[in-house]
Structure formats: C-alpha cells, structure tokens
C-alpha cells in the first residue's frame, strides 16, 4: 500500500480514536505548543465514558479542557512541570506531579512509564509521507515508539521543522486531520531589574558563545543586552522569540559552534505565532529529541558554552531551589542541572543562574540564609557556578562556604543585606566586612 492509501485509512474524527484509550491506561500526550487540543477536547466531551485514565504531559499552554474539575476521576494528571493551570490541578489533589530530569523522559517511558496511548500534533505528511513534530520534539518519538496505539492530529498550522523530527505515516494508527492556530507564548516586557541583569549577564558571554536559555522572563531580557555581540550560537532545550530576533539581526549566526556548526539547536520553542513562522521549512533551526539535546556530555562538546538559568531561592550555600516555594511545586525541574553540568564540563563553558533579588513585590528575599522549609534543591552547592541578581555578577565554584555567603549577601537586595549580615556573622563567628 502506498502512503496516501495508508493515509486514507487512517484518517478518521477524534470522537472515534478516542474509542482506542480505555480505563485505567496511561496516555502520553504531546508537550507545550504542540498538545493535543483537538484529543483534549473530545476526551474532555466524553469524559463519563472514562475512568481513571493517566494524561501524562509536561508543560501546557492555553486552557487543557481536561483540567475541568467535572473530569477528576476519569481523568488523572501526571506532570513533571507544572505551568500556572496544571499547577491549580495539583493544588486541588486532581493531578500528580514526578520530579525527573526532563532529558530522562524518553528513557522511561520504555522503561518506567507505562505509555499505552501516545497522543501528539504533527504537521501534515511531506511528499514522502513524513509528518514533521513541528514545535515540540522532546520525548515524541520515544513515546510513539513505545505506545501500543498512536494518534496524531495533522494541523496544517503545524510547522514542518528540521532535525530529527520525522514521523511516518506508517508509524501511527489514527490520523486528525485539523487546522488551529498553536498556543502562544507572550513574555512580559522586562522591567529596570530584569535589563541590570540581562547586562551582567552579557558581560559573562563572549563573541563565539554558544547559549542555552531557560525558561521565565529572565533569559529573555538577557538576549536583548547581546545585541552587540558576534556570532553566537544556540544549543537550548527550549527559546522563544528572543533568539529569533538575534537570529535574524545576525548576532545569532551559529558559525563558531563547535558542534552543528551553522545551526541553532533545540528540542522545543515557545512563543508567538511569528516565531512558529519562522522556523517552519528553516534550516537554520533543528529540533532533536531531548535526550540528546539536554545530554551534559553533548552539551559539553559546545566550547565557550553558557548557560542561562533562572529560580526562586537561593541559600548563603549557593544551594539553588528553582521549582518549588517551600512544600509548593512551583514548576520542574527540566534541563537546568543538566546545561549546568555540561557547560561547567565544556571547554571555556559558564554556568549562570539569574533572578530578580527580591520575589513578591519586594518583600521577599531570594537570597536566604536557609532554603524555604520543604523547598527541593534543584542545583545543589556542588553545582552552581554563576549567581547573577540586578546588584551584580557572584562566582560560587571554588569558592568557600564563607566565601559564597559573602559574595551571595553583596548580590543581595540592600534592605535585607542586614539580617543576612546577622546571620553571616553567627555563622562564621567574625565580622561581616564589605
Ligand atoms: N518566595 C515566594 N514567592 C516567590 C519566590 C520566593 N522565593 N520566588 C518567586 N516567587 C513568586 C514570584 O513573586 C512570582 O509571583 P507573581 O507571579 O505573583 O509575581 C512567581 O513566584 C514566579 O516567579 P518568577 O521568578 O517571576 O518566575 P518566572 O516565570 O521567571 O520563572 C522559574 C522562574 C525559576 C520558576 C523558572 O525559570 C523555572 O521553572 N526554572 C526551573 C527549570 C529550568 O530552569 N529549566 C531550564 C531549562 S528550560
């Protein structure tokens, strides 16, 4: 049978491949701009005609119409990064979170996560009958390797993206045909504290970099203090429109990397809809699945690699707590330890990790002499390198715990500089001195 035949066949509405997922199963469903909004819907419809089925996902953008509380009992969520909507899921007891490293994913669901149904959006099949993942690579094609049944939606306004993100039609089982605009992802305009830091961030990177960016308004803002920088490059789980821009100001030109020379690599991207048009049919851009993008020891083969992280607390240790506020699971933990491990192995690497000095309005310190009680660690003190806030640049690597707290306190927002300073000085039993 020829593809398009199979094609045909295949074709169907998503009232009747839902009919393939049955109670008690494990869905794996695709991540960030590319989930399954024409699935959800229809599961969210249907709802009573399922119990205790696991939706297992990453981060979501918009609204999941499976996150609807008239759909707790049929539906379970599982998620290993939470965003603001998954987030109330938990809250409410409806959903469950897993900590794992996010390049880990397509390793368990062979091995861990039981994924008998995958569900993703792809763009319509090539001549070939190839359907490109579009947008979101990740864990795709581990899952729909895995999945006893495969069910894709074909969006035309899914775009055909480079890498290794091919799908054949012969690799799935029911095919939806569908045309909607993907989520979007707006940054907030970044304030007078997000710029200081976004340019003592760029006094860390040099004319060659390659740079990972991590997710929040921070890295963001740091691209827009790169603007006079030459030739830098991408190697990133994820970005949004800010290296779009660098990319087409011709700052982002990838022809120092060391490792895909040329090209900006990534396993996912969030953004507008100008960004989705930008990557579409672009060779300049290639998407691979997380476990090689998010490898420490593939990363490491970037020189002059540097990392851009962000978190919520950070301890006079240097200990880093990036995704949860005390008990409360705030987000994930993704690729940071991973891009930090391999840009601290990379051949002139750095590893930063930026945030605002204070949270909530001003009234909260980041900088904290113990972590919030219950909060995890995600970058232990044996990792971190770079701490950046608007008050400045601390190196913590090789440094002392005395040294840390020191530099850490002189990064510090100036009103809460005296208790940590009071702390300081009964821990280490001397004078705090500027
Ligand atoms: N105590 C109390 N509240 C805090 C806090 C703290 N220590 N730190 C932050 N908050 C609050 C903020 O005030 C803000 O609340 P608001 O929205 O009501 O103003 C909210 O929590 C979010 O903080 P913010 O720093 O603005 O988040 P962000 O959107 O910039 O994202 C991270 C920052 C750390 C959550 C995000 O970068 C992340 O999840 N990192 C971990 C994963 C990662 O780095 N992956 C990298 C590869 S993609």
């Known amino acids: 049978m020829n593809w398009k035949e199979d094609y045909q066949r295949k074709v169907t509405k998503p009232e009747i491949a839902i009919k393939d997922i049955h109670d008690g199963q494990c869905v794996v469903m695709g991540h960030a701009a590319a989930a399954p909004h024409v699935v959800q819907q229809a599961l969210a419809d249907h709802c009573e005609d399922y119990y205790d089925v696991l939706l297992y996902h990453m981060t979501t953008l918009g609204d999941n119409p499976c996150y609807q509380p008239r759909c707790f009992g049929h539906f379970r969520h599982v998620s290993n990064f939470l965003s ?20 880990d994913v397509p390793s368990m669901l062979d091995r861990d996560i039981p994924c008998d149904v995958a569900v993703f959006q792809v763009s319509p099949p090539n001549a070939e009958g190839y359907c490109s993942l579009g947008v979101s690579c990740d864990y795709a094609k581990a899952a729909i390797h895995a999945a006893k049944t495969v069910i894709v939606e074909a969006n035309e306004m899914m775009p055909f993206t480079y890498g290794d993100t091919m799908v054949h039609v012969s690799q799935v089982d029911h095919i939806i045909p569908c045309s909607y605009p993907l989520q979007e992802l707006v940054l907030p305009e970044p304030g007078e504290a997000e710029l200081a830091i976004g340019r003592h961030c760029a006094s860390l990177v040099s004319d060659g970099s390659t740079l990972q960016l991590g997710i929040g308004a921070i890295p963001d803002a740091v691209l827009r203090a790169l603007g006079d920088k030459n030739d830098l490059g991408i190697h990133s789980e994820m970005f949004s429109n800010g290296v779009m821009e660098l990319m087409k100001k011709g700052v982002i030109t990838g022809r120092r990397k060391t490792l895909h020379r040329d090209k900006a690599i990534v396993t996912f991207i969030m953004g507008t809809k100008e960004l989705y048009d930008f990557v579409d049919q672009n060779e300049q851009v290639e998407f691979y699945p997380v476990d090689y993008v998010n490898s420490p020891l593939i990363i490491a083969k970037n020189e002059r690699m540097i990392s851009i992280n962000s978190c919520l607390e950070v301890d006079l240790q240097g200990q880093v707590a990036s995704e949860t ?45 113990f972590l919030t009680k219950g909060a995890a660690v995600s970058t232990s003190r044996n990792d971190v390198d770079y701490i950046v806030t608007e008050y400045g640049v601390a190196r913590l690597k090789g440094r002392t715990l005395q040294h840390r707290a020191q530099d850490l306190i002189s990064i510090a927002h100036p009103d809460f500089r005296p208790a940590l300073i009071e702390e300081y000085e009964s821990r280490f039993h001397c004078k705090y001195e500027e």
Do not use: C, H, W
């Open 325 to 369: 506020i005390g008990m409360r699971q705030y987000s994930g933990i993704g690729g940071q330890v991973d891009f930090i491990r391999g840009a601290s192995l990379a051949r002139e690497g750095k590893a930063i990790i930026a945030m605002r000095s204070t949270a909530a309005g001003g009234t909260i310190s980041r900088i904290k002499p």
């Open 84 to 103: 603001a909507n998954s987030r109330d899921v938990v809250e409410r007891r409806e959903g469950d979170f897993f900590p794992a490293y996010f390049k």
